[in-house]
């Protein structure tokens, strides 16, 4: 059973499969498999022509039992734009499919939990984590600002180390846009005939 993600970047294509891994792992989902990603760019998954080329692809993957568009919200409101790009994916498809926004940058997760990041990928070891993570847009500025003076952020070359050591627990408790990610993980496994017993788990 493959849960087959569709991203807007390229950094997105490894973190977001090394994410949902973590998660599986967390779940103990073992049953469940995670697809190698469609990438299509954000302009077009905010449209509804773009949103069915989009599931279109996925399921021309060889394997492809659910799935999951991701993208960054920038300046959309993700109560409003999310369900409108759902509605367009699942009309599309008789699959099981969920759309997480991250607010307002996939960054904010890490913005969210970055005690747990100290020391990789030259994050500083005094840096603490932002009251306010999604509140606005600049999240990859603001992780620059965490990091030692040698260092700069490159989502394609640091997002997946990062995204390796985060503490999810933590990221789930601060941060709204990552627990609608965690609820529809939990929701697909659910619908591929995954049963979790307690989700998310018992501590976040």
């Not at 469940?32 to 993957?61: F, K, Q, T, W």
């Not at 509605?87 to 759309?99: D, F, G, H, R, S």
């Not at 990062?162 to 846009?177: N, T, Y």
Request: proline share 7%; glycine share 6%.
């Amino acid at each position: 059973m493959t849960i087959q993600p569709i991203v807007e970047g390229q950094a997105e294509v490894v973190t977001l499969p090394l994410m949902l891994r973590r998660l599986i792992v967390e779940a103990g989902a073992y049953t469940v498999d995670i697809g190698y990603p469609v990438r299509r760019p954000r302009a077009l998954l905010s449209r509804e022509d773009g949103v069915h080329e989009a599931v279109r692809l996925a399921r021309l993957e060889p394997a492809c039992d659910a799935i999951l568009i991701v993208f960054d919200a920038d300046d959309d409101c993700p109560k409003d734009l999310a369900p409108r790009v759902q509605a367009w994916a699942q009309a599309a498809t008789p699959l099981p499919c969920y759309v997480v926004m991250p607010n307002r940058e996939f960054e904010a997760w890490f913005l969210a939990a970055i005690e747990s990041l100290r020391g990789t990928r030259g994050i500083r070891h005094d840096a603490t984590s932002h009251p306010d993570p999604e509140g606005k847009r600049g999240a990859a500025e603001e992780l620059r600002k965490r990091m030692t003076a040698n260092r700069t952020y490159s989502k394609t070359a640091d997002s997946a180390a990062l995204i390796q050591a985060l503490d999810l627990a933590e990221a789930h408790r601060r941060c709204r846009s990552f627990r609608r990610m965690v609820r529809a993980f939990g929701l697909l496994v659910n619908d591929l005939g995954v049963p979790l017993s307690q989700w998310p788990p018992a501590g976040w």
